[in-house]
């Protein structure tokens, strides 16, 4: 939100679209959530986690180091933001 308020013209659409991204990622999270708690489906390897994803490079590393470049090089953050919300769906 900040980029966006930062630069409206140059930053806006990509920020609405990141924002977007992270909002129906996290809202698809909590609806299976919801669902497989209804329905009383609990992941064996995970029982007291509510929300299972995969490991590796879909988890926080990539969205910290995409958000510590956009920080060091704000100028930048359409032409990153675009491919880091492109990976989120």
């Keep these: 939100m ?9 930053n806006a659409l990509a920020a609405s679209c990141l924002l977007a991204s992270f909002m129906g990622t996290g809202s698809s999270f909590l609806a299976f959530a919801v669902i497989a708690a209804k329905r009383g489906m609990v992941a064996a390897e995970f029982p007291r986690k509510g929300i299972y994803y995969l490991g590796g490079l879909t988890r926080g590393p990539k969205t910290i180091l995409a958000f510590a470049v956009m920080c060091i090089w704000p100028d930048w953050f359409a032409v990153i933001a675009g491919p880091l919300q492109a990976s989120r769906w």
């Design 2 to 10: 900040g980029f966006a308020l930062a630069r409206p013209g140059a």
